[in-house]
């Protein structure tokens, strides 16, 4: 068969913040390029980010620097980070944030007309570079219209199945399908960047939308490469839990960072019992004095509150399960009782609207009722720093489909910055590699045809599931069993129903035509969904400690003997129904004068 | 349980017609989960866009008993008792369902020329937040396009789409020229190309526009003073924006790339 096909330099795959990021770069250096989406453009996870980008531009602390910023990511990361990745994102995200503002972006201002920066948990100083509670939205449309401005081309609603080797096993192209149709597409080119985002879409109650599937994760396992900190998840501590429509929705740390509290259901602000050694020096010891520390740092140690998010969300878990919950399983944000109707409209207004329109609370007025939801992915392709190369010839990786720069936790704020940074690196990484090639990429076509028949079989069958009860079961399956809180029981458990997932899914039958239909749609995600899945339970089981988005029961402190590796997964058949093999592979070893930042005591 | 009986277009650029699912509705539910519902149950090919399921990223506009409205921010407690008729917006072609295509809005953005700033300081622009505020209501834009929508101009006159960019680029060109760095000079592409005097300020696209833009108010009709009217008085503009800067002409702005 023949299909619609294109050639280009460099596929960018992804148009979030780090594909859109990464296109400007491969674009300024004059080589053709194309970005490939699901959605239409300006959709992407992306524009949904709401509190800030994180950037140590001093602008409000002029005290803080990219040393801070680093060792607050480490620190943050439980110091399973690659410490290059987040030395480059600290020493480079305030020179991408002021980048942005040559192409259109109007950040909120400080009394003298800088970039105003804002507090998240866990950075020590007002880090957060925001447009009220809509910084995600500020940045893709930056990008966007950046792209769109130096002509850049765009597949919209084109939907990448696999990527595609030549015969020397170099990434070659991908095959893909458009969304309106339900044509097949192939696309050659030089270099491959992914940036295709998260994989939040396998857990019941989550944040992301219908794209956070993990394509990018499971075709770059697919491709050979490997996957890394597959276990570190976040579960953000403040999503919406009521009504049950909207169970998951995010509520932005800004809400703490502007001055919102946590209480359970008897009205303390518990926080201040769930102080990790690691934070205590550093954290206030009583409501007096965290509460004068949102105007001045210096006059109060930092609220609880605005702990690193793997702490506040095991906390308010374990006040949920010791029965000082909210009514329907959470527990209460308080910001209405702390500060004016006015300043909250004006700092928060999508979550004033959010409440009002979807569950009826007014937030000036009533507490807010919120409890942990899956967000984030830590875990991601294995690559090299400044590069963002992967282990196989001419694949790049950057965004949150990328490992490393997050260690086993993320701050709030690190990944809009690591967007920007990273979108760049792989942008330049890719265009050098292009420049070095040598040939023309030749897709195997033997591979394509595959792909295509393997899309294509959900229609062949007569009878068979439907791809959305496999979906339901998935998610309440991993919610049940790889959630914030796990088991070795349960995690083996996981691990042996993905195999019959697996199998499920090779009996999908879908109906209707090709044009537009979600339910094929659906049924292409859910090989990448389960790869992805069994990556995330195998590194659980095998992580026999907690760190970070990872929590054992079994095994409640963190181990020093698992503070030295990652778990890497990959896949030998290079199929999504393939064995996938796990192994340790040894962190980075840190400069001495970077370690000594890490141990500074403040 | 509640039940709710959904009135669904369902078809394609060939036509088609409505179809009733009845589905359960439970406390707090939306539009968007109810469509979601019957997707999971009886119609898993009912085609519809989404992302966010909160009101931000502007994917699952539809027309919901004939007004444009976003489908996840539309209770059905607030709507009235009985059927809900669910439509796809009338000014785009359809795809399929309730999808449309809506390229006419990315070939109008396509023709806006970039954000001309000054070389960039050292240590950043220093803007005032009073200077920035202006543009920053029109960037709360979600890019539903439900405004494109509703405007008489383009609703029913398919031919007019070729002149005419519609309120979403109104308000996206008032943002740019009340940008604090801005030096382009957009008037000549505003009023010749892009339509700007067909609009006769019915409101309707600020009736619809789900991040409460004042649309008509605070874009197009200080932007019609600026590029339509004979008696342009660029001081009266001038004083409506704080320290702007000159600027340049139209030829030079559609040839400028930004840095
Ligand atoms: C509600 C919410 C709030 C957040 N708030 C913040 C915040 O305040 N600060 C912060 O730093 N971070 C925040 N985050 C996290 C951050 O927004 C995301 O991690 C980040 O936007 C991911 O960007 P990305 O460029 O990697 O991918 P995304 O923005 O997720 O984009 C992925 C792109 O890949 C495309 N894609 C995926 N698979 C395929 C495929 N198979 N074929 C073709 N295209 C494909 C998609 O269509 C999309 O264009 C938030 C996240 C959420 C969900
Ligand atoms: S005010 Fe103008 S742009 Fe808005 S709907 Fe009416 S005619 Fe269209
Ligand atoms: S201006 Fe309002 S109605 Fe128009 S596209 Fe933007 S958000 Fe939608
Ligand atoms: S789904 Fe994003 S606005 Fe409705």
């Known amino acids: ?602 | 349980m509640a039940q709710v009986t959904m009135r669904v277009w369902r078809g394609d650029a060939n036509g088609g017609d409505f179809e009733r699912y009845t589905v359960e509705q439970n406390e707090g539910e939306v539009v968007l989960d109810v469509i979601h519902r019957i997707q999971a149950t009886e119609a898993p090919d009912l085609a519809c866009r989404w992302n966010c399921k909160a009101g931000k990223c502007g994917s699952c506009a539809a027309e919901i008993n004939g007004k444009p409205r976003l489908m996840c921010m539309t209770r059905l407690d607030q709507l009235p008792e009985g059927e809900v008729t669910v439509t796809p917006m009338r000014t785009f072609p359809i795809i399929r369902d309730l999808v449309t295509d809506v390229s006419f809005n990315f070939q109008m953005a396509a023709k806006v020329p970039a954000l001309l700033p000054p070389p960039m300081p050292a240590e950043g622009y220093r803007m005032y937040q009073e200077d920035v505020e202006r543009s920053q209501e029109f960037r709360k834009c979600i890019e539903c396009f439900m405004c494109q929508d509703v405007c008489h101009v383009i609703r029913d006159h398919e031919e007019n789409k070729a002149h005419y960019a519609g309120p979403r680029f109104f308000i996206r060109y008032a943002e740019l020229e009340m940008h604090p760095l801005d030096t382009n000079d957009r008037r000549d592409l505003i009023r010749e190309d892009m339509g700007l005097g067909y609009c006769n300020i019915t409101k309707c696209c600020t009736e619809v526009c789900p991040e409460h833009i004042k649309i008509t108010d605070n874009a197009i009709i200080p932007l019609k003073e600026r590029v339509v009217d004979a008696h342009y008085d660029p001081v009266a503009w001038l004083g409506r924006k704080i320290r702007r800067r000159t600027k340049r002409s139209a030829s030079d702005a559609a040839v400028q790339p930004a840095p």
């Not at chain 1, 259901?265 to 518990?270: A, I, L």
């Not at chain 1, 720093?385 to 997050?406: I, K, Q, R, Y």
């Not at chain 1, 995600?525 to 339970?537: F, G, R, T, Y």
């Open chain 1, 1 to 602: 068969m023949t299909y619609e096909h294109h050639d280009y330099d460099v596929l960018i795959i992804g148009a979030g913040g780090a594909g859109l990021r990464a296109a400007i770069e491969v674009q300024q250096r004059g080589l053709r390029v194309a970005v490939i989406t699901k959605s239409l453009l300006g959709k992407a996870h992306t524009v949904m980010a709401e509190g800030g980008m994180a950037a140590a531009m001093g602008n409000v602390y002029p005290e803080d620097n990219w040393q801070v910023h680093f060792r607050d990511t480490m620190r943050g990361g439980k110091y399973l980070n690659n410490y290059r990745m987040a030395e480059l994102h600290a020493k480079e995200a305030p020179e991408r944030v002021q980048e942005l503002e040559q192409w259109g972006a109007l950040f909120d201002r400080t009394k003298d007309g800088k970039i105003s920066q804002r507090d998240f948990g866990g950075h020590r100083y007002a880090r957060l570079a925001h447009v009220g509670d809509r910084t995600g939205l500020e940045l893709i449309r930056t990008l966007q219209q950046k792209v769109v401005s130096m002509g850049t081309d765009v597949f919209m609603e084109h939907k990448v199945l696999t990527l595609i080797h030549d015969s020397e096993g170099r990434v070659a192209g991908c095959v893909a399908y458009q969304r309106p149709t339900g044509e097949f597409v192939t696309f050659a080119a030089k270099a491959v960047v992914l940036a295709t985002g998260g994989a939040g879409r396998s857990w019941k109650f989550t944040s992301n939308s219908w794209e956070g599937t993990g394509d990018g994760h499971a075709m770059a396992l697919w491709a050979g490469a490997e996957l890394i900190d597959m276990e570190c998840i976040q579960f953000h501590p403040t999503g919406m839990v009521w009504p049950l429509s909207v169970r998951g929705l995010l509520v932005t740390e800004g809400v703490r960072g502007d001055g919102g509290v946590l209480r359970n259901s008897e009205g303390q602000r518990f926080m201040f019992n769930y102080v990790a050694d690691m934070f205590r020096a550093e954290t206030a010891d009583s409501e007096e004095e965290a509460d004068k520390w949102y105007d001045d740092h210096s006059a109060g140690r930092r609220p609880p509150e605005l702990l690193p998010r793997d702490e506040v969300a095991r906390a308010i878990n374990t006040e949920v399960k010791a029965g000082r919950g909210s009514p329907h399983g959470g527990v209460y944000l308080d910001i209405g009782s702390r500060r004016s109707a006015e300043f909250i409209r004006r700092r928060l207004p999508s979550m004033y609207h959010q409440f009002m329109e979807l569950a009826g609370v007014d937030i000036t007025k009533e507490s807010m009722e919120i409890g942990p939801t899956c967000h984030y992915i830590m875990g991601g392709v294995k690559v090299d720093a400044d590069t963002a190369a992967t282990s196989v010839p001419g694949l790049f990786a950057a965004g949150e489909v990328a490992g490393g720069m997050h260690g086993a936790n993320r701050l709030g704020g690190n990944s809009l910055s690591d967007l920007i940074v990273f979108g760049r690196r792989a942008g330049m990484g890719a265009a050098d590699f292009v420049e070095g090639y040598q040939g023309s990429p030749r897709l195997d076509e033997a591979a394509v045809n595959a792909a295509v028949e393997e899309s294509l079989a959900p229609f062949e069958r007569e009878e068979g599931e439907n791809p959305y009860d496999i979906q339901r079961d998935l998610q309440e399956m991993m919610q049940a069993n790889v959630g914030i809180i796990r088991t070795r029981s349960e995690l083996e458990y996981a691990i042996s129903e993905l195999d019959s997932f697996t199998e499920r899914v090779k009996n999908i039958k879908v109906k209707g035509g090709r044009a537009y239909n979600p339910g094929w749609n659906l049924a292409t995600d859910l090989p990448a969904m389960i790869s992805v899945s069994k990556c995330v339970a195998r590194g659980a089981v095998l992580r026999e400690e907690s760190r970070g988005g990872h929590t054992r029961e079994d095994f409640p402190q963190a181990s020093a003997e698992f503070a030295t590796f990652n778990f890497a997964h990959s896949s030998p058949a290079k199929r999504w129904d393939g064995e996938i093999v796990t192994e340790r592979s040894a962190l980075l070893e840190m400069p001495g004068e970077l370690k000594a930042l890490l141990e500074e005591g403040h």
